[in-house]
């Protein structure tokens, strides 16, 4: 069974310029989420969707970020403009909506911001 | 405020040599606790799902535990493939997110 695709699985660029980070859930997963994993912080829940709609973006840190989710099979996450405190590794994982569901994980995208 | 503590930061062992990883949280109404392997340069790869005191889970050399204030990871005898950062993370009953605690890197040494 294929699991979550993240993609790209790196990506370099210089400051100001803008960033899309690609997501393919789980097929018949209903809920999707972006986290951002760092060293000091750890893993950070930036936004959730379920069935598509986002619930929750109280992790969003800047109005520099943002994600959509137009159909259940796709998702993505902007930065811009991209900062070099915005280099990280960005994961994307999906479950099922409601009871204790464990998210599956993609393998991330490492960000690195010059 | 819900948070997750895990415990110690770093582990090194002996192959063979079994040790606890430990887990405390605050949560408001726990829906469960997952216990999940993350490998470098990887996503973190789920292993347990408990979901009220007193339950245990086991697989291979590893076997969770919880209480109502803390979890724990268990190792028996492990090996160097064993190696990796071990993640906690609790579900509350509210909503769908997963608080993470902030890992326990163990090494296994051959």
Redesign the interface.
């Known amino acids: 069974d294929a699991g979550v695709i993240q993609s790209p699985r790196h990506e370099v660029t210089e400051m100001g310029q803008e960033v899309t980070l690609r997501c393919k859930p789980i097929s018949g997963h209903n809920s999707l989420f972006w986290y951002r994993q760092t060293m000091m912080r750890g893993l950070e829940l930036l936004i959730y969707f379920n069935n598509n709609v986002p619930i929750d973006d109280s992790g969003m840190p800047e109005d520099r970020f943002s994600a959509k989710m137009p159909n259940a099979s796709f998702s993505t996450l902007k930065i811009q403009p991209s900062e070099p405190r915005d280099s990280a590794v960005y994961f994307c994982a999906s479950s099922f909506v409601g009871g204790p569901q464990p998210q599956h994980f993609g393998d991330g995208t490492r960000l690195s911001i010059l | 405020e819900d948070q997750v503590t895990q415990s110690p930061e770093a582990l090194r062992l002996q192959e063979g040599e079994s040790s606890s990883l430990n887990c405390s949280y605050t949560v408001s109404g726990l829906?469960?606790l997952?216990w999940?392997r993350q490998d470098p340069?990887?996503?973190?790869?789920?292993l347990f799902?408990l979901?009220s005191a007193g339950e245990e889970k086991e697989k291979e050399r590893l076997k969770a535990t919880l209480t109502k204030k803390e979890s724990f990871l268990h190792i028996t005898a492990p090996k160097p493939e064993d190696s990796a950062t071990y993640?906690c993370a609790v579900?509350r009953n509210r909503?769908?997110?997963?608080?993470?605690?902030?890992?326990t890197r163990l090494h296994i040494l051959p």
């Open positions: 829906r469960g997952f999940y340069g990887k996503g973190p790869e789920f799902t979901y993640l579900q909503d769908d997110k997963i608080i993470f605690g902030k890992g």
